[in-house]
């Protein structure tokens, strides 16, 4: 549905967008996720024609944009700033697609429209108001109803609930995906925020200076992490990343920890093992490793309790249900459990370069 | 991508380019211009290259014209800056009097410079005018205010501040409100006296402010005309024949076009060249100002 | 204790400047309410009458000051509406697409500012003869644009910068075309600026004396230099000098008033905003 294919763009001397690729299918959710400064928001622009690319070629719908104006590419846009006209009411604001020349609707049913996305906004009682009183949270539904209101072939959200605070971003998460409209047209979603991304993404791709790093499922991103840097994108807490040795028989660890990953990589290479918080438990079956309780922390239900790995320095971190870890205090000797199917393998890191997942044998 | 993406631009402002050029192009003549000895007696004039700066440079009257030029834009830009900034801080306090009288401030300022030049003259007239008549309880009657060379600089000088004081002052008032706040809470606290919070926070804070001022000022004030021409007419004798006033006679007075021009050209010049050095300085100020504020 | 002496002091110097600032306008008014014979006999007690508006409004002096005061009139606002209709898609461009086209455009102007005007005006004396523009409209309105023009393109240059183009973006994807984007979204926001810009150039035209003393001579003349040629003549008018100047200090005083809020960025060509 939406095609980028080798887009390059730059400002000046920075390059915003360096080679980038990327493919939406029909009525899926994708999000762009990546920090700020990596190119996401270029990327929207690029697909809504805001931005013209130095090089590469865009498709909409099979169709090359090139030359085509935003106003007939048919995408809606939802823009972090929200780009509201201060000037307006909630009302004209959500008219104002209805009104252009392009999705011109007659005055009576725009104002069916308008008063069905409100309602489904919970924003039916704003709709007198001029935009300079709402709150964030307001503004961003009136936004997003702007965004809705309109047929549109797609839809490309911009950091829609960056600016809200964490319940309310949480609750309109829920929202967002409930809405019919949302739900059946392809939506490009771009965010810094990793839990936002494994939440609605039917796929996401990770974006790093102005190129796709991964595209998967969340899944995929969350058990075939490209990279390290991937890896410690995903999950809170994050990733434990303990430096090791590859040896005949799995990786030993500093502290003289054995980890059961076996791979190809020649015996003697640098490596990174990867274990998830959620992955590692006090009890049950799979491969032990023994250490001193560091730190315990509790988290509502579950704790996070950081080990100090067999006798070295190095700590890990996991996170427990309450009824496991509640007697544990610092210094006290624990077991720890891993199933080896979940350990990850990746190459050290090296300066400028996270380190490669590396393929392990089960 | 697209030429038309590409063309919109200069298409918006190809009308400001054309009617630029239409402004250009009188400049680019009279550069032309000043490569002859044009005038009104010699409508065929001759080439005569790079005679007419040199005669302006090697007479006595282009640097009598220059001297008093700067002292009238030192003298000038000086006292306004200093004025200004002093009434500035003054407004700044939150009293009843500052709120009011701010409303009045820019009053002189909106008032045409040959205008306020004519009302001056009116009361600086040595016999009737009401300033020697306010002075007569003072023993200071019958001052000759305009009819002395000193006097008539100073009188200039005088009215150029009376109508640009508020200049400097009204750039220095926003400066002063645009100041963060925390430093000073954080000197109050600290039990810093006024002076010292005024030489080590607000002045170098606002410095950046009023050095926009002093720019706009110093190089108005080299190119004076309204002031002088309406106020002394460059009199008595010369003693107020500033540089644009000089090529106002030299081109229009006794119509030799192409010296008046270079008289001008040369002033242009000097307008410039203390622009690109006080723009330096701004920039250099402006660094510092924010040095300060972090 | 020592602080309230402070406060009075600094009160009185402020009144101070500001008796400095307004007694030359107060005593204008004064003058120009004087019959002709108690002119130099008092100073401020007299039988105040309008005879010296009278006699300026009724040209009855040879001095046409109802006509300067049109030609004021209409060459400012010609001189203000062609720089607004040439300055503000200028001004627009440049805010919106750094290229280095609008970059000359936007330098070459600020130098007009900067520019002593006689390196302009004398070779335009000269050719405004040759094509019959001295003592024109139409002359005085070109002219002018080497004060209006620099002013409004640079002041509405920083309102445009100062919109994001996020807004009119906005408006491209809800269908408009870039001509309704700027129309119906930018030019809306920025009205305020616009109006006060206007007025800022309005005054600065209006309050121009170089040009229409070189550059007309009657028909085109303008109320700077009218104003002036009353304090010639063998004996002083005083009276009819001071009511011709405040009628001319009118406009712009009353524009100034309105338009206080938006005086700091127009003043420092978009330099300081407040």
Request: hydrophobic share 45%; proline share 6%; aromatic share 10%.
């Given at each position: 549905?939406?095609?980028?294919?080798?887009?390059?763009?730059?400002?000046?001397?920075?390059?915003?967008?360096?080679?980038?690729?990327?493919?939406?299918?029909?009525g899926?959710?994708?999000?762009?996720?990546?920090?700020?400064?990596?190119?996401?928001?270029?990327?929207?622009?690029?697909?809504?024609?805001?931005?013209?690319?130095?090089?590469?070629?865009?498709l909409?719908?099979?169709?090359?944009m090139?030359?085509?104006?935003?106003?007939?590419?048919?995408v809606?846009?939802?823009?972090?700033?929200?780009?509201?006209?201060?000037?307006?009411?909630?009302?004209?604001?959500?008219?104002?697609?209805?009104?252009?020349?392009?999705y011109?609707?007659?005055?009576?049913?725009?104002?069916?429209?308008?008063?069905?996305?409100a309602?489904?906004?919970?924003?039916?009682?704003?709709?007198?108001?001029?935009?300079g009183r709402?709150?964030?949270?307001?503004?961003?539904?009136?936004?997003?109803?702007?965004?809705?209101?309109?047929?549109?072939?797609?839809f490309?959200?911009?950091?829609?609930?960056s600016?809200?605070?964490?319940?309310l971003?949480q609750?309109?998460?829920?929202?967002l995906?409930a809405?019919?409209?949302?739900?059946?047209?392809?939506?490009?979603?771009?965010?810094h925020d990793?839990?936002?991304?494994?939440?609605?993404?039917?796929?996401?791709?990770?974006?790093?200076?102005?190129r796709?790093?991964?595209?998967?499922t969340?899944?995929?991103?969350w058990?075939q992490?490209?990279?390290?840097e991937v890896?410690?994108?995903?999950?809170?807490?994050?990733?434990?990343?303990?430096p090791?040795?590859?040896t005949?028989?799995?990786v030993?660890?500093d502290?003289?920890?054995?980890?059961?990953?076996?791979?190809?990589?020649?015996?003697?290479?640098?490596?990174?093992?990867?274990?998830?918080?959620r992955?590692?438990?006090?009890?049950?079956?799979?491969?032990?490793?023994?250490?001193?309780?560091?730190?315990?922390?509790?988290?509502?239900?579950?704790?996070?309790?950081?080990?100090?790995?067999?006798?070295?320095?190095?700590?890990v971190?996991?996170?427990?249900?309450?009824?496991?870890?509640?007697?544990?205090r610092?210094?006290?000797?624990?077991?720890?459990?891993?199933?080896?199917?979940?350990?990850?393998?990746?190459?050290?890191?090296?300066?400028?370069?996270?380190?490669?997942?590396?393929?392990?044998?089960? | 991508?697209?030429?038309?993406?590409?063309?919109?631009?200069?298409?918006?402002i190809?009308?400001?380019?054309?009617?630029?050029?239409g402004?250009?192009?009188p400049?680019?003549?009279?550069?032309?211009?000043?490569?002859?000895?044009?005038?009104?007696?010699?409508?065929?004039?001759?080439?005569?290259?790079f005679?007419?700066?040199?005669?302006?440079?090697?007479?006595?009257?282009?640097?009598?014209s220059a001297?008093?030029?700067?002292?009238?834009?030192?003298?000038?830009?000086?006292?306004?800056?200093?004025?200004?900034?002093?009434?500035?801080?003054?407004?700044?306090?939150?009293?009843?009097?500052?709120r009011?009288?701010?409303?009045?401030?820019?009053l002189?300022?909106?008032i045409?410079?040959?205008?306020?030049?004519i009302i001056w003259?009116?009361?600086?007239?040595?016999?009737?005018g009401?300033?020697?008549?306010?002075?007569?309880?003072?023993?200071?009657?019958g001052?000759?205010?305009?009819d002395?060379?000193?006097?008539a600089?100073?009188?200039s000088?005088?009215?150029?501040?009376?109508?640009?004081?508020p200049?400097v002052?009204i750039?220095?008032?926003?400066g002063?409100?645009?100041?963060?706040?925390?430093?000073f809470?954080?000197?109050?606290v600290?039990?810093?006296?006024?002076?010292?919070?005024?030489?080590?926070?607000?002045l170098?804070?606002?410095?950046?402010?009023?050095?926009?001022?002093?720019?706009?000022?110093?190089?108005?004030?080299?190119?004076?005309?309204?002031?002088?021409?309406?106020?002394?007419?460059g009199?008595p004798?010369?003693?107020?024949?500033?540089?644009?006033?000089?090529?106002?006679l030299?081109?229009?007075?006794?119509q030799?076009y192409?010296?008046?021009?270079?008289y001008?050209?040369?002033l242009?010049?000097?307008?410039?060249?203390?622009?690109?050095?006080?723009?330096?300085?701004?920039?250099?100020i402006?660094?510092?100002?924010?040095?300060?504020?972090t | 204790?020592?602080?309230?002496?402070?406060?009075?002091?600094c009160d009185?110097?402020?009144?101070?400047?500001?008796?400095?600032a307004?007694?030359?306008?107060?005593?204008m008014?004064?003058?120009?309410?004087?019959?002709?014979?108690?002119?130099?006999?008092?100073?401020?007690?007299?039988?105040?009458?309008?005879?010296?508006?009278?006699?300026?409004l009724?040209?009855?002096?040879?001095?046409?000051?109802?006509?300067?005061?049109?030609?004021?009139?209409?060459?400012?606002?010609?001189?203000?509406?062609?720089?607004?209709?040439?300055?503000?898609?200028?001004?627009?461009?440049?805010?919106?697409?750094?290229?280095?086209?609008?970059?000359?455009?936007?330098?070459?102007?600020?130098?007009?500012?900067?520019?002593?005007?006689?390196?302009?005006?004398?070779p335009?004396?000269v050719?405004?003869?040759?094509?019959?523009?001295?003592?024109?409209?139409?002359?005085?309105?070109?002219?002018?644009?080497?004060?209006?023009?620099?002013?409004?393109?640079?002041i509405m240059?920083?309102?445009f910068?100062?919109?994001?183009?996020?807004?009119?973006?906005?408006?491209?994807?809800?269908?408009?075309?870039?001509?309704q984007?700027?129309f119906?979204?930018?030019?809306?926001?920025?009205?305020?600026?616009?109006?006060?810009?206007?007025?800022l150039?309005?005054?600065?035209?209006?309050?121009?004396?170089?040009?229409?003393?070189?550059?007309?001579?009657?028909?085109?003349?303008?109320?700077?230099?009218g104003?002036?040629?009353?304090?010639?003549?063998?004996?002083?008018k005083?009276?009819?000098t001071?009511?011709?100047?405040?009628?001319?200090v009118?406009p712009?005083?009353l524009?100034?008033?309105?338009?206080?809020?938006?005086?700091?960025?127009?003043?420092?060509?978009?330099?300081?905003?407040?």
């Open positions: 549905m939406i095609t980028l294919s080798g887009i390059r763009k730059t400002y000046g001397k920075t390059v915003a967008l360096d080679g980038l690729e990327l493919e939406v299918r029909e899926e959710f994708f999000c762009l996720l990546g920090p700020s400064g990596a190119g996401k928001t270029t990327t929207l622009k690029t697909v809504a024609g805001l931005e013209q690319p130095d090089s590469g070629t865009v909409l719908g099979g169709e090359d090139r030359g085509v104006e935003p106003y007939d590419r048919g809606a846009m939802c823009f972090e700033s929200y780009a509201l006209y201060p000037h307006r009411s909630v009302y004209d604001n959500l008219a104002s697609p209805l009104r252009s020349p392009r011109r609707l007659p005055a009576a049913e725009a104002r069916q429209r308008i008063g069905a996305v309602e489904l906004l919970g924003i039916s009682a704003l709709l007198d108001r001029p935009v709402l709150s964030n949270g307001q503004r961003q539904r009136v936004a997003l109803g702007r965004v809705l209101v309109r047929p549109a072939k797609a490309l959200l911009d950091e829609p609930l600016h809200l605070d964490a319940k971003r609750q309109m998460r829920a929202e995906k809405i019919g409209e949302v739900r059946h047209t392809t939506t490009l979603y771009v965010t990793s839990v936002e991304a494994l939440a609605l993404g039917d796929r996401i791709g990770v974006v790093r200076e102005g796709i790093v991964q595209t998967g969340r899944e995929e991103i058990y992490p490209y990279d390290t890896a410690r994108a995903f999950g809170r807490p994050r990733i434990n990343l303990l090791g040795v590859v005949e028989s799995g030993r660890s502290g003289g920890v054995e980890l059961p990953v076996r791979s190809r990589a020649t015996p003697g290479t640098d490596v990174l093992v990867g274990l998830r918080p992955d590692l438990a006090l009890r049950g079956p799979g491969h032990e490793l023994t250490g001193t309780v560091y730190v315990t922390e509790v988290l509502g239900r579950s704790v996070e309790v950081t080990v100090r790995l067999g006798t070295g320095e190095r700590r971190s996991l996170v427990a249900p309450r009824a496991d870890a509640a007697r544990l610092p210094d006290d000797p624990v077991r720890l459990v891993v199933r080896p199917e979940n350990l990850l393998l990746f190459e050290a890191d090296r300066p400028e370069r996270p380190g490669r997942r590396i393929e392990t044998e089960r | 991508m697209g030429w038309r993406l590409t063309l919109r631009p200069y298409v918006l190809v009308p400001a380019l054309l009617l630029t050029c402004i250009l192009y400049f680019g003549l009279g550069l032309y211009y000043t490569l002859f000895d044009f005038s009104a007696s010699k409508p065929q004039p001759d080439m005569v290259r005679e007419n700066y040199s005669t302006v440079f090697t007479q006595e009257a282009f640097w009598n001297w008093v030029t700067v002292l009238y834009a030192v003298g000038a830009a000086l006292v306004e800056t200093v004025l200004g900034v002093a009434v500035a801080l003054l407004l700044h306090r939150p009293t009843l009097v500052g009011v009288l701010e409303k009045i401030l820019i002189p300022l909106m045409a410079p040959v205008i306020a030049a003259k009116l009361m600086l007239q040595p016999s009737v009401v300033v020697n008549h306010l002075l007569k309880p003072f023993g200071l009657g001052v000759q205010w305009t002395t060379p000193t006097g600089l100073l009188s000088i005088a009215v150029d501040v009376w109508v640009y004081t200049f002052a750039l220095a008032l926003a002063l409100r645009s100041l963060p706040t925390s430093p809470e954080a000197a109050a600290d039990g810093a006296g006024w002076w010292y919070t005024f030489r080590r926070l607000t170098p804070m606002l410095w950046p402010y009023v050095l926009v001022a002093v720019i706009f000022r110093f190089m108005d004030s080299l190119k004076v005309f309204d002031i002088i021409y309406a106020l002394t007419e009199g004798g010369d003693s107020t024949v500033v540089l644009q006033i000089r090529a106002y030299e081109a229009i007075r006794f030799r192409s010296f008046g021009i270079s001008t050209i040369v242009w010049a000097v307008v410039y060249l203390a622009a690109m050095v006080l723009v330096k300085h701004l920039g250099k402006q660094r510092k100002a924010a040095e300060v504020t | 204790m020592r602080k309230r002496l402070a406060g009075w002091v009185a110097a402020l009144v101070l400047y500001f008796v400095f307004l007694f030359p306008i107060a005593w008014v004064i003058l120009s309410l004087k019959p002709t014979d108690q002119l130099f006999s008092t100073y401020f007690s007299f039988s105040p009458t309008l005879d010296g508006y009278r006699t300026v009724g040209d009855s002096e040879g001095i046409p000051f109802v006509r300067f005061f049109v030609n004021s009139l209409v060459v400012s606002v010609g001189a203000v509406v062609l720089s607004l209709v040439v300055g503000l898609p200028a001004a627009y461009a440049s805010a919106r697409w750094r290229f280095k086209g609008s970059e000359n455009l936007m330098f070459t102007l600020l130098s007009f500012r900067f520019a002593p005007e006689l390196t302009v005006i004398i335009l004396f050719l405004y003869q040759k094509l019959g523009l001295f003592d024109t409209y139409v002359g005085m309105v070109w002219v002018l644009q080497l004060v209006t023009l620099p002013l409004i393109v640079w240059r920083s309102y910068a100062d919109l994001t183009p996020e807004l009119e973006q906005a408006a491209l994807l809800d269908g408009y075309t870039r001509k984007a700027f119906r979204v930018a030019l809306p926001l920025v009205k305020p600026g616009i109006a006060a810009v206007s007025l150039a309005f005054i600065f035209a209006w309050n121009n004396f170089v040009f229409p003393l070189i550059l007309t001579s009657n028909e085109a003349q303008t109320v700077t230099v104003a002036l040629s009353f304090l010639g003549g063998d004996r002083p005083y009276n009819l001071a009511a011709a100047a405040l009628v001319s009118v712009p005083l524009l100034a008033l309105t338009i206080q809020r938006y005086l700091v960025r127009g003043l420092s060509f978009g330099a300081v905003k407040s």
